[in-house]
């Protein structure tokens, strides 16, 4: 017989290779590739769903007689939204994060909002017993929900469980502690995790029921993350926060049945997340006087605006190398708009170290942010202040011209219901008229430098 082949993995982007190195060409982590042995082919057969094999049915039936799906809501308007209005019957929800940043405490809030909704609910726990899930379910003052709990690991008892009660919505936390008997390898290792999500997900798309995985984000490598499952499941959502600030984002990055890119806010609190329905005011909190260095930035998170507030330190290098060092936004694009700002509009920042921040913990990914994170720069630069009411957005071109964003209209009025009453926008995005705020219109990233910092 042909000897098996090892496969090398990477346990956080689950690239393979056909030798081990010490850090992973695809995702650039280090010590994350494992050894993967090959599936083993012992073990019980597996079941096939009979009459279902191969089925086909013509596309323009379904739609014709069958309504799409009634989602349900589980009134948590964060969550909610985040799943694009709801969960869709049947679908597969990978949940990611941190360990400790509180996706069991959001999962149990979750099943247990979903069963008061009418779902038939069971939440298997791998990682605590029925009591100790209990008991935080008591702390959350969610004692009297009708969930089922199960403390289990094994894939097939769990695949029994599910045959046999037929729920609506099963909740896996975490697929790591998910334990499949025909794979040989150890928990939480690749080769299970991905087995396991496989079985979980087929299983349940075939007998119409919800799931959601929870998945570890893992970083040395013993265990295998989320990113290996994420092809398997219609929607990944990741729960992200900053240690030291006790609110969180559910962040959905892939959904098959609402819009990827849109977040939702928690807040962590003695008893549970709790939803923070408006997060501008939350971001934008601690502003009191007009700072040299911080812009307000009317940013658009999925399909809602959001206000952040950008902070540039700039000060004169001791080292040859100066510093730049971004925390939430992108470095390439800082180093893209310094060099706008140096080649356009003739100001230098060689020989200075700049630091960008996003306040609170967000992260910024929309080019939008080009012109805020510009005005920052500058303003800490040439230590003047923006003026405290004013909000600014606008995406630069590498030819120093800038260009009308989305929804300017929508930046405009979320900026005004927070009490800010100008802007700087890019012309062309003359959307904004009608709002009331008192907006000034620029072509250029020069023009700009020349009307608010008088350069
Ligand atoms: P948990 O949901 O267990 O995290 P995960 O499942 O992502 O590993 O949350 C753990 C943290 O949340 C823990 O540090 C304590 C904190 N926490 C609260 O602050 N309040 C609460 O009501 C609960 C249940 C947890
Ligand atoms: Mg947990």
Not at 251 to 276: C, H, W, Y
Not at 297 to 308: N, Q
Not at 310 to 324: D, E, K, M
Not at 355 to 382: Q, T
């Amino acid at each position: 017989m042909a000897k098996a082949q090892v496969k090398y993995t990477c346990s956080a982007c689950a690239a393979s290779f056909t030798k081990w190195s010490g850090r992973c060409d695809s995702c650039g982590d280090w010590n994350t590739i494992v050894e993967e042995k090959p599936l083993s082919t012992s073990g019980p057969a597996k079941k096939t769903l009979g009459g279902m094999r191969g089925k086909q049915v013509p596309l323009s039936d379904l739609s014709t007689k069958e309504a799409p799906p009634p989602r349900t809501q589980c009134g948590m308007g964060e969550l909610d939204r985040v799943l694009g209005g709801g969960l869709v019957p049947a679908s597969a929800i990978l949940v990611g994060g941190d360990p400790g940043i509180g996706k069991s405490t959001l999962m149990l809030q979750a099943a247990a909002r979903f069963a008061t909704a009418g779902l038939k609910t069971i939440y298997v726990s791998g990682e605590e017993s029925s009591a100790q899930v209990r008991m935080r379910a008591q702390r959350l003052g969610l004692g009297d929900a009708p969930v089922q709990l199960a403390a289990e690991t094994n894939l097939r008892d769990i695949l029994t469980t599910l045959e046999t009660e037929a729920p609506d919505l099963v909740v896996i936390d975490s697929i790591q502690t998910m334990w499949a008997d025909n794979v040989e390898s150890a928990p939480g290792s690749v080769s299970q995790v991905r087995a396991a999500a496989h079985e979980i997900v087929t299983f349940a798309k075939s007998r119409n029921v919800a799931v959601i995985i929870v998945g570890h984000v893992t970083k040395d490598g013993q265990l295998a993350g989320p990113r290996v499952v994420e092809h398997m499941v219609d929607t990944v959502l990741y729960f992200e926060g900053e240690r030291g600030h006790h609110f969180r984002l559910l962040r959905a990055v892939k959904n098959r049945f609402g819009p990827a890119q849109e977040i939702g806010v928690f807040e962590m609190t003695g008893d549970g997340l709790s939803e923070v329905t408006n997060p501008s005011a939350l971001f934008l909190s601690e502003r009191d006087k007009p700072t040299a260095g911080s812009v307000v930035f009317a940013g658009i998170e999925g399909t809602r605006p959001v206000l952040v507030e950008f902070q540039a330190l700039v000060a004169p290098s001791p080292n040859a190398q100066a510093r730049r060092t971004v925390v939430g936004w992108d470095g390439g694009r800082l180093s893209m708009i310094l060099a706008v700002l140096e080649s356009r509009c003739g100001i230098p920042f060689a020989g200075l170290d700049v630091y960008l921040n996003v306040a609170g913990g967000m992260k910024v990914s929309e080019p939008a942010a080009d012109l805020a994170v510009a005005a920052a720069l500058l303003s800490a630069r040439e230590d003047t202040a923006i003026p405290k009411d004013c909000v600014v957005f606008g995406e630069l071109s590498l030819s120093g011209g800038l260009r009308p964003v989305n929804q300017t209209e929508n930046r405009l009025k979320e900026a005004q219901k927070l009490g800010f009453s100008s802007a700087i926008a890019p012309s062309r995005s003359k959307a904004g008229d009608g709002t009331g705020m008192q907006i000034r219109y620029m072509d250029d990233l020069v023009g700009f430098v020349g009307e608010v910092f008088g350069a």
